[in-house]
């Protein structure tokens, strides 16, 4: 393996660490990682929309945006007592998750072979083996699904946890009339959410807690199909 030298992300690094430093710029100095959660919010969904609608300059600028985000954090944590880690630290993590995530690529040969991973799915389903042995602690595929993500993203992901405890798709109850809407393509999803929301809004209704209300109930579901499974064992 290959290390490259990164002057411009050490160059990055050493701004950050100026405008932190005595004599340096007091709002940056003033920050805590609770303050500065807002920002990668707001970061990270200008990322998206720069994925989504943007040009390459627009994608380098929010990928920046959001590495200063990474690094501003670690240099609060490098000066924060109890915490004291650095970016190095964050990188060396990452660095052997991905590696052990992956024993595929980076097993030995009898290790790759016996593994005989072929498609993206089976990579997701050793990603998810290895991920139970990494945190024992989780008991409830619901462990680790950030519950303030959007509505409809954590719709998305309890849909999922759910699928693995065999809740599918058919056996969530659908609303009043969306199984009988053709949706075939995104752009058919993207008006059927869209007027649904709208009517929702005529009524008076709040599409986001709404859908937070639901999720509860499902999650429900989903940790009593979970405690079944355990007092059958």
Not at 41 to 64: K, N, Q
Request: proline share 3%; charged share 30%; aromatic share 4%.
């Amino acid at each position: 393996m290959v290390v490259q030298a990164h002057p411009k992300l050490e160059e990055l690094i050493a701004v950050l660490h100026r405008l932190r430093a005595p004599g340096g710029c007091a709002w940056d100095q003033e920050q805590t990682h609770a303050s500065l959660v807002q920002y990668l919010v707001e970061e990270t969904y200008e990322l998206v929309d720069a994925i989504e609608t943007g040009s390459r300059d627009d994608l380098i600028e929010e990928l920046g945006d959001v590495l200063y985000q990474v690094v501003f954090h670690s240099d609060i944590a490098a000066h924060t007592p109890g915490e004291e880690f650095t970016l190095e630290d964050v990188a060396e993590r990452m660095t052997a998750k991905m590696v052990s995530r992956h024993p595929h690529v980076f097993g030995d040969a009898a290790a790759q072979a016996a593994l005989n991973i072929r498609t993206g799915d089976d990579v997701v389903a050793v990603w998810d083996e290895l991920k139970k042995a990494d945190k024992p602690d989780r008991t409830s595929v619901l462990d680790g699904v950030p519950n303030a993500m959007p509505a409809l993203a954590l719709a998305d992901k309890v849909l999922g946890r759910a699928q693995r405890v065999g809740l599918t798709a058919k056996k969530v109850r659908p609303g009043r009339g969306t199984d009988t809407v053709a949706v075939e393509t995104e752009a058919d999803l993207g008006a059927l959410l869209l007027a649904i929301v709208s009517s929702a809004k005529a009524r008076g209704l709040d599409s986001e807690r709404a859908l937070r209300s639901a999720l509860r109930g499902l999650q429900d579901e989903i940790r009593e199909v979970e405690a079944d499974v355990s007092r059958q064992r």
